[in-house]
């Protein structure tokens, strides 16, 4: 299986996609697709799943973010590269006015 990037995900030989629509957003007031909701979860195998599989890596939740804020956000530098290598724009605007960058920059890593 072709990956992309330089990320790498292992489905097995049998997988066969199901027909979940990859660009149907959550039943929630944000109305992310699940590439938004995967670029959150510190995991950039499931992005990288969700784009071999159609899923845009540039495209809005109702709240006008990105996948590539959620990423900076939680400071996913592997998912904001996978992001920006297929398509993500770094300089894309969120509905706050941010950058990813100003994003990760406004992250807290301290949990006190």
Wanted: charged share 20%; proline share 7%; no cysteine.
């Amino acid at each position: 299986m072709e990956l992309l990037g330089d990320a790498s995900v292992h489905t097995g030989t049998n997988a066969r996609p199901t027909g979940a629509d990859v660009h149907a957003p959550a039943d929630n007031r944000f109305g992310s697709a699940p590439v938004h909701l995967a670029a959150t979860s510190g995991k950039p195998a499931a992005v990288a799943f969700l784009l071999e599989r159609g899923a845009a890596a540039h495209t809005p939740n109702k709240m006008m973010s990105y996948p590539i804020h959620g990423a900076a956000m939680v400071g996913d530098l592997d998912t904001v590269m996978l992001l920006l290598r297929n398509g993500a724009d770094g300089q894309q605007l969120n509905g706050d006015g941010k950058t990813p960058l100003e994003m990760a920059e406004g992250r807290s890593d301290d949990p006190g």
